[in-house]
């Protein structure tokens, strides 16, 4: 065993982000993930729209085999339940009851394989009175308070960029799953476990749960660029003469440490600035002087300047620079690669590392649908080549 999760059988039937990046993470440890789709695809792989759409199964979807089933025939529940018997753990990412609808139940998959490990991930969860709303990223950041509190408090309030809902919930999902096997390494018995999108995202919101309990429970404003809780100042994105750098100063030693290497120590004799507290109370002064002074420097110059002086700060950067940045390549975090079906494109690995001469499983692009579904049946179940090809005109795989 090479790797943490080698050995490890998982039948991975999520879609779109939130269950594949927990699958994905799965992969890179070294467990050996199918992913089960449907005849014509997940909807990921089937995404249209902007050039480039579909292109993120690519990241999501690397070292795992593929194979096409049909779960809505009788032949291809049964042949599930058959890979369920063998398996150590089941993912799925449906609606709420969707597998009950499958008749596919926790007590189906249960009496199948009582060891296995059935992981759920959706977005409010099997339970309570929103379980059967319709769930996305962008919903769950709308009903979890992210919309809200994102923007700034004179416009409407935005979505935060990246899909935060979908993959905070993946890797909840993930950790959920190892804690799962391991406890069956000590009891014997597989367990089901669930994750939700809105309770996953919840904890991202202390700041502006500290800004609200302090306020007596009032609404708190939309803060834009400043701290959420505006318990930190400077805390912003500021002009430069190429864009912008955004810089945090956590204390009061950050502070004098920014204004000493802007050359403005006069800042410092403020009595309105002499205190996080001060500065807070204070904040459009505060982000008026600094904002005079960066305008003068480059990214580069800034960003130097400030990193010599210990003053935490980073230029903004485009998502070009961020797809070829160095240091992720150095790290192997990015790489580049030829896609079978993508194309020249940059894809990532986990962000969790094991150490070692064998942690890092080798990198296998994800692969086109159903490319392993003979493989797999034959390996797994046994199956010949005249009953695969039965299935095939059946419409079971």
């Not at 100042?233 to 100063?249: E, F, H, L, R």
């Not at 009061?252 to 290497?261: G, K, N, S, T, Y």
Request: hydrophobic share 40%; charged share 20%.
């Amino acid at each position: 065993m090479t790797h943490p999760f080698a050995g490890v059988s998982v039948l991975d039937l999520t879609q779109i982000y939130n269950g594949p990046y927990a699958t994905f993470l799965l992969a890179q440890a070294g467990a050996d993930v199918i992913k089960i789709e449907p005849p014509g695809g997940e909807h990921l792989r089937r995404r249209q729209g902007a050039s480039g759409a579909a292109m993120p199964f690519a990241m999501l979807n690397a070292n795992k085999r593929t194979m096409t089933l049909n779960l809505k025939c009788g032949e291809g529940r049964a042949l599930l339940l058959q890979l369920v018997a063998a398996a150590d753990v089941l993912v799925e990412n449906f609606a709420p009851g969707a597998m009950d609808r499958l008749d596919l139940s926790e007590a189906t998959l249960r009496e199948a394989n009582p060891r296995l490990v059935y992981a759920s991930g959706s977005g409010y969860g099997r339970s309570g009175p929103y379980r059967d709303y319709p769930a996305m990223d962008l919903t769950v950041q709308a009903m979890a308070g992210v919309i809200d509190t994102t923007g700034y408090n004179d416009a409407p309030p935005v979505k935060a960029g990246p899909a935060v809902a979908d993959f905070l919930a993946g890797v909840h999902l993930f950790g959920a799953i190892a804690a799962a096997l391991y406890e069956r390494e000590r009891t014997g018995k597989g367990r089901t476990v669930e994750v939700s999108m809105m309770e996953a995202v919840y904890p991202t919101l202390a700041s502006g749960l500290g800004l609200f309990y302090g306020s007596d429970g009032k609404d708190v404003p939309r803060t834009g660029n400043r701290h959420t809780g505006l318990s930190l100042c400077p805390y912003n994105v500021y002009p430069v003469s190429d864009g912008y750098v955004a810089i945090i100063t956590n204390n009061d030693q950050h502070w004098r440490w920014l204004v000493e290497a802007l050359e403005a120590r006069r800042l410092l004799d403020n009595p309105r600035f002499a205190s996080v507290g001060e500065r807070c109370s204070h904040m459009d002064e505060v982000d008026g002087e600094i904002a005079a002074l960066t305008r003068h420097y480059t990214k580069a110059q800034l960003f130097g300047l400030l990193i010599g002086a210990r003053v935490p700060c980073a230029p903004v950067r485009t998502l070009t620079e961020v797809v070829n940045d160095p240091h992720l390549h150095e790290r192997g975090a990015l790489r580049w690669i030829d896609h079978p079906e993508y194309g020249r494109i940059v894809v990532n690995t986990s962000a969790i590392r094991f150490d070692g001469p064998d942690g890092a499983v080798e990198y296998q692009p994800s692969r086109p649908l159903g490319a392993d579904t003979e493989r797999i049946l034959a390996e797994r179940l046994g199956l010949d080549d005249d009953r695969i090809e039965a299935l095939r005109r059946q419409h079971v795989v």
